[in-house]
Nanobody, 124 residues
Framework: VQLVESGGGSVQAGGSLRLSCSVS????????MGWLRQAPGKEREGIAA?????????YYADSVKGRFTISLDNIKSTVDLQMRSLRPEDTAMYYC??????????????????WGQGTQVTVS
């Protein structure tokens, strides 16, 4: 199974970016999909997750709630992260990941067992 992220780049504070994750295979194979990030010198943190099953419940870290939106397209097998009102502290490598869990914890990096290579987001 392969996860490939795209859409990263450099943006000014207050700007927006949309990250996309292409999933080989069916997204419904997994219990949930997530976006996680890691800034230099910091631990990897889960910021957004979505259950792939019926209902598609979403979960967000407090640091991005109200600014980021995760979405899932089970037909296209993509998981997107729309990021708005970006801040310098959002600068990090962003990873798409899949997890077998359907009950959580959805934002814990340890719940994820398949990761993409990451895409860099820099906010200045």
């Amino acid at each position: 199974v392969q996860l490939v992220e795209s859409g990263g780049g450099s943006v000014q504070a207050g700007g927006s970016l949309r990250l996309s994750c292409s999933v080989s295979g069916y997204t419904t194979t997994y219990g949930s999909m997530g976006w996680l990030r890691q800034a230099p010198g910091k631990e990897r943190e889960g910021i957004a997750a979505i259950r792939t099953g019926r209902g598609g419940s979403t979960y967000y870290a407090d640091s991005v709630k109200g600014r980021f939106t995760i979405s899932l397209d089970n037909i296209k097998s993509t998981v997107d992260l729309q990021m708005r009102s970006l801040r310098p502290e959002d600068t990090a490598m962003y990873y798409c990941a899949s997890s077998p869990t359907t009950t959580g914890p959805f934002l814990s990096p340890s719940a994820y067992n398949n990761w993409g290579q990451g895409t860099q987001v820099t906010v200045s």
